[in-house]
């Protein structure tokens, strides 16, 4: 009987995430497997769910919609911040690391005005549904004896 996915097992595989237009935001096909336990925390909980069941040599694509993938975009996330805090390099798109209270927060910017900046803390793919290819190299259980 071949193995299948469950939670603990040993899991050795190519990915993809890709937007729904298709583009590769990451991917390991073309580089070396990765190597994970299922409920080690490595993935999303969206991507965990997806490969439960899933056997050896088996390739599939999933779409992980946003609640399940990086979390729906929140509002609340973007905050306007004094422009005199930031360095006269700041551009729009550029992605800078505040301190918070937990370590360092990445924020992109996403306004520039006179005095103030909007910054989104929102993750890059927050709001995105999310493709997520697989092919599955190989899966081990621990004997459950």
């Not at 298709?22 to 965990?48: A, S």
């Not at 694509?61 to 422009?83: D, R, S, W, Y």
């Amino acid at each position: 009987m071949r193995e299948k996915i469950q939670d603990g097992s040993q899991v050795k595989m190519h990915f993809s995430l890709m937007l729904e237009d298709q583009t590769v935001i990451d991917t390991n096909f073309d580089k070396e497997p990765v190597c994970f336990f299922i409920g080690d925390g490595n993935l999303l909980p969206g991507f965990e769910n997806a490969l439960i069941g899933m056997q050896t040599n088996q390739e599939e694509t999933f779409e992980i919609e946003p609640q399940e993938a990086f979390g729906q975009h929140n509002n609340q996330n973007v905050q306007t911040l004094e422009l005199s805090s930031f360095d006269d390099n700041i551009e729009v798109g550029s992605v800078y690391s505040f301190q918070n209270g937990d370590g360092e927060l990445p924020g992109v910017i996403i306004e520039i005005n006179e005095s103030t900046v909007q910054v989104d803390f929102n993750h890059p793919l927050a709001g995105k549904t999310i493709l997520f290819k697989v092919k599955i190299l190989a899966i081990e259980n621990e004997d459950k004896n």
